[in-house]
């Protein structure tokens, strides 16, 4: 049985405590008393992946089986994830492959012949071949690519289907393939609790009309991302899911992995520090080195080129809502740790990798989404910083950009940041403009750059952070591209407890979200 | 931060050549780390012998003899005494087997074997092979193991004196525990003499925590007292605390006289190393007091 996540207290036998800051590592001493959440340790996964598939497939929930659900001659459809999850990406086979298969192998003993794949990536850039090939397989790659297996365009005009509006007056707009199909299979990765469910379709296969009324500033203000039931935005994707279902039969396939982001030669990062070993220390010590020497470029090229070794730890079947249940008590198994009340000042370090740099560079406007809409939103009941406190990351935000996943961030640094950091402000001068400026859309669908809107989405992420906390501040970050975002850049991390003094004071209780491997707090 | 910093750093941090803690509040959580056998037959092998005779006497005594003032009595107990024999030791300090492998006879020091925690010697294995190299180790599990006694009893077939703490750990203030029954036990089964060692002045130089002694070169006193044997149809409960008896009369002889601890013993006066009944810190004061600081006059110049 694996051991229940923990809160350790830091005390002078504490060693060191690893730190992620962009593509490097290193240990920090944190003042005593300082609380660390650490996750629960990694799942076991489910053992035969593919007989739980089977399983799943055969008995699911509130559903009658997959195979009582398919016909010769109907129009079948499966929609997947893209490679925003898992991050890092999983080793082959990757999870989604396997369900694919197995989808596939019943459709074809029924004699199902009208079969199209789409890959759910709503307003993110178009994946490569190769992206798509790792995610599905060379088996289904190979039979299906690229006339029935491709990327979702939220900026087809012929490709989408308008559904109708909800009770709330919400436009639900998504994929025209999807919303016409006699069943429509999804096959999730539920990396975190705001994924899955009712986002999966009615996000994933959206149309930029569709999904205006959740991703805004007003809404995320009052949604706890990784707590459906306190968020706003999941009671927008539920009420959207209704009129999805009303259309179309939706087939949910949820995934769920453990806590093992990093390979074995890196598995001191999953790692506990006072269980280090003396072999563990010395990697360390080789990663280190390798890092420090290794050219920015190849760093780079090593870092994006890990692959987790992650295991199933379950998969459930059937309708949206009982599957997604259990695929939440799964996911909040592995990752969910009591926490005793708020703190002044909450830290974590941020790793190389956020969702939307996956072969990518992480920006900074990926790294304000990674720490303020992300892990600031790794809570369950309420932050685990209080009103007005302190943010405290480590990163070196770098001031670079990948020219041609994120054109419009470019331009949203340059032009947008340089006049206001407000969200709201933000979203009412200047969404419009880059939503539909003509080139970025052109981007969209014939490069593969994320839409113009995205990176306003990545703002207002963090637009609960910022209206939550009165101080944040980035150790080892670029001044320049820190300023431009509105924090503050410190050398230390003791520089940075002393210029979060003047918001909260000179002895601050402090609370240290140990992540990655995904830890979250239930705060109390 | 360079290659230095980040070694220095480690090696802090992970206490390197001592053991390395885990943090309190995260002890609840720990589990017991699962037992593993080493083996340690190989340190008894002649090539092995060799090599601890050279580490012992080259390195480790002298270093030990440097770095504390060891005072060695008794030693003309062992006189006369056939192997192999259980030597009893009270334990307070990780200068102990140091000090008592030191003071050994060199036909002694060269075959005995000493008992060391399973659960804190044996739990890597570099400490394993390094402790067993170094001192001849054999892992004892402190919570009863039948592969232990059969091990124990190898070692005793094969010629080998033991070297045991019965107090089963160290001391966490300096004075003696309650004993443990296993060395009694085992004395009992296989009729063998039992030598009480009073170690005194350990703590004081090298407590719990620390990984080298305090400078200064403290005074430290190891007295071997006279070999006790087990009689017939006596258990081992009965002879654990014949033992403890004795070890405390040859404690009481070097803090005293030789004459005053018959004399206590005789009238039942023998009061137990056990320290003054009173807070933590006055008994760790009174246990690192140095065991020559306050030594009695000879008899002949004392009034009674």
């Given amino acids: ?524 | 931060m360079g290659v230095i910093d980040d070694v220095a750093q480690v090696s802090r941090g992970w206490r390197w050549l001592r053991r390395s803690l885990v943090p309190r509040s995260a002890q609840p959580h720990t589990p017991t780390p699962e037992r593993r056998d080493f083996p340690t037959g190989w340190a008894r092998t002649p090539a092995a012998r060799v090599v601890r005779q050279a580490v012992l006497r080259g390195g480790i005594k002298p270093l030990a003899w440097t770095e504390t003032s060891p005072r060695v009595r008794g030693r003309d107990h062992l006189d006369g005494l056939a192997g192999p024999v259980v030597f009893a030791a009270n334990h307070a300090s990780h200068l102990d087997t140091p000090l008592i492998l030191g003071s050994l006879p060199r036909g002694w020091a060269d075959r005995v074997a000493v008992g060391a925690a399973a659960d804190y010697f044996f739990d890597a294995r570099w400490r394993a092979v390094s402790t067993a190299l170094a001192f001849n180790t054999f892992p004892v599990d402190r919570h009863g193991g039948r592969r232990v006694t059969g091990l124990t009893r190898q070692l005793l077939g094969q010629g080998w004196s033991l070297l045991l703490f019965p107090e089963g750990s160290r001391s966490p203030d300096g004075w003696l525990q309650g004993f443990r029954g296993g060395l009694g036990r085992l004395c009992v089964d296989h009729g063998l003499p039992a030598v009480p060692i009073a170690v005194r002045g350990s703590f004081g130089a090298m407590p719990r925590g620390r990984g080298w002694p305090r400078p200064g070169r403290a005074a430290v006193s190891v007295r071997y007292g006279p070999p006790l044997s087990p009689e017939p149809g006596e258990t081992g409960a009965s002879f654990t605390q014949r033992l403890r008896t004795a070890m405390t009369r040859v404690w009481h002889e070097d803090a005293t006289s030789w004459w005053d601890s018959l004399r206590a013993d005789a009238e039942g006066t023998l009061p137990e190393p056990t320290g003054p009944p009173a807070p933590r810190w006055r008994r760790v004061w009174e246990a690192t007091r140095p065991p020559r600081a306050h030594a009695p006059a000879p008899a002949w110049r004392r009034r009674r």
């Avoid at chain 1, 009770?167 to 919303?179: F, K, L, P, Q, W």
């Avoid at chain 1, 306190?230 to 453990?258: K, L, P």
């Avoid at chain 1, 750059?449 to 995205?454: N, P, Q, R, S, T």
């Avoid at chain 1, 003791?494 to 003047?502: I, K, Q, R, V």
């Fill in chain 1, 1 to 524: 049985m694996s051991r229940p996540g923990m809160v350790l207290e830091v005390d002078e036998r504490t060693p060191p405590l690893l730190v992620h800051a962009g593509e490097s590592v290193h240990l920090q001493q944190f003042p005593l008393g300082t609380r660390v959440v650490y996750p629960p340790d990694s799942l076991p996964g489910v053992g035969d992946v593919d007989a739980a598939i089977h399983t799943a497939l055969e008995s699911p929930h509130d559903s009658p089986p997959l195979r009582e659900l398919l016909w010769p001659g109907m129009r079948l459809t499966i929609a997947f994830d893209d490679i925003s999850v898992p991050l890092p990406p999983m080793r082959p086979p990757d999870v989604r492959q396997r369900v694919i298969e197995a989808v596939l192998e019943q459709a074809a003993a029924i004699g199902v012949d009208d079969v199209e794949l789409i890959s759910a990536i709503a307003l993110h850039r178009r994946m490569t071949p190769e992206e798509m090939k790792a995610v599905v397989g060379e088996r289904v790659f190979r039979s299906f690519w690229p006339e029935r297996l491709r990327n979702h365009d939220a900026e087809d005009p012929n490709g989408l289907a308008y559904l109708g509006q909800t009770d709330h007056g919400e436009a639900v707009e998504i994929n025209r393939r999807a919303a016409e199909s006699d069943l429509l299979v999804y096959v999730n990765v539920t990396y975190v609790a705001m994924n899955g469910g009712h986002k999966s379709v009615p996000v994933g296969l959206a149309s930029y009309r569709s999904l205006q009324p959740h991703h805004n500033v007003g809404v995320v203000r009052h949604s706890a991302f990784n707590d459906p039931p306190q968020s706003a935005m999941h009671h927008s994707y539920q009420r959207m899911g209704a009129v999805v279902a009303d259309h179309v039969r939706v087939f949910t396939v949820e995934t769920t992995v453990n806590n093992d982001p990093f390979p074995e030669q890196l598995g001191f990062l999953n790692k506990r520090e006072w269980e280090w070993g003396v072999g563990d220390q010395a990697r360390y010590l080789a990663l280190r080195r390798a890092n420090a020497l290794a050219p920015t470029a190849v760093r780079h090229k090593v870092w994006q080129a890990t692959r987790a070794p992650y295991q199933i730890t379950g998969v459930n079947a059937g309708a949206t809502d009982p599957v997604h249940e259990r695929t939440l008590a799964t996911l909040y198994r592995q990752q969910l740790t009591e926490v005793d009340g708020q703190s002044d000042v909450l830290i974590f370090g941020l790793p190389y990798l956020c969702p939307y740099n996956v072969d990518s560079i992480m920006n900074p406007i990926l790294v304000m989404c990674l720490g303020l809409g992300y892990f600031f939103n790794m809570y369950r009941n309420r932050p685990l910083v209080r009103q007005g406190g302190a943010l405290i990351m480590f990163h070196p935000v770098p001031w670079e950009f990948h020219q041609v996943h994120h054109p419009s961030y470019v331009d949203f640094f340059e032009e947008v940041l340089a006049e206001t950091t407000d969200p709201a402000q933000i979203e009412s001068k200047f969404e419009a403009q880059y939503a539909t400026d003509p080139w970025y859309v052109h981007l969209y669908r014939n490069s593969h750059a994320y839409h113009g809107v995205h990176p306003f989405y990545m703002w207002y992420w963090g637009a609960k952070a910022l209206s939550h906390l009165s101080e944040v501040i980035v150790v080892g970050g670029d001044r320049r591209s820190c300023a431009r975002m509105g924090f503050r850049s410190a050398s230390t991390f003791n520089d940075a407890l002393e210029m979060a003094a003047d918001s909260v004071g000179h002895s601050p209780s402090l609370t240290y979200l140990h992540n990655p491997p995904l830890s979250m707090g239930e705060v109390r």
